[in-house]
């Protein structure tokens, strides 16, 4: 794989690399990656075979998105590309340091700022991914159809396709979408991250936080935030401070569950029965 690494390298760089180290990373539940040390400094490096080249190519496209409107918040991207049958992307390669004491306050100013980059219409112009799954984004002026259409409709048939959803499951998934008209209130589209779960969040070299690992698309500012909640919530600091720049309708705590059908619904199909009680607790409570 050295060779293989030495050549991506220099593809984003343009110019000849050489390696000096290499350290795998672990965590990744899809792909691969590692810390590189080159003669031309550290980088990031994610891989995976070459059926996931598209994948790689969307994420290049929300890195670059998001660092467009805040650049502080994102790491540096230098490139995706395809060597050998091997798929990759590379960022610059970021040191921990500790968190300075206005981090959380930070993050939710930033995030505040982001939501306000709008769009007159919910999606994206492409399909890219969430986790491994196609998340499809077509245009549509209505939040709730995009959701139910978009965001879990898609998702609760390929989990009944699977036999992880039965026909009761159906009948509350159905029931619930006819309640969210009135219990999700219609706002402007916000330029999500569309992953913000505490994995895809680190504290960079400056005490300020970085995030990574995006799946973008504009949509109800609200999903970001209740992701953010779903595998341990962030600091409190971070939640009133966004209120604070960009105040959220009353009520949206209550909401959080429902956005978090569309996370709990992804990770069902990826991983299996595990996340189903979440599901179900959900939609009883709603349905």
Known sequence: MKNVFQQAISQVLNKEVSIDAFHQIEGGSI???ARIDTNEGRFFIKWNDASYHKMFETEEFGLQKLRSFLPALVPQLLGSGLVDYTAFIVLEWIDPDDPKENYWEDFGE???LLHQNTHTNHGLDHTNFIGSLPQYNPYGNSWIDFFITNRLQVLVEAAFNKNLLNNTHL???????????SLIPEEKPSLLHGDLWSGNVL???DGLVKICDP????????MDLAMSTLFGAF???FYETY??????VPGYKE?????????LLVHLNLFGFSYLNPIEQILKNYA
């Open 235 to 237: 600091n409190n600091r």
């Open 215 to 222: 799946a973008v698309y504009y949509g109800h500012r609200e």
């Open 31 to 33: 792909s691969n990656a």
């Open 203 to 205: 504290c960079g070299n």
């Open 243 to 248: 209120n604070e720049h960009y105040p959220l």
């Open 255 to 263: 909401r959080f569950d429902i956005h978090n059908l569309y996370p």
């Open 110 to 112: 930033k995030l505040a």
């Open 171 to 181: 009948k509350m998934v159905y029931a619930l979408y006819s309640k969210l008209y």
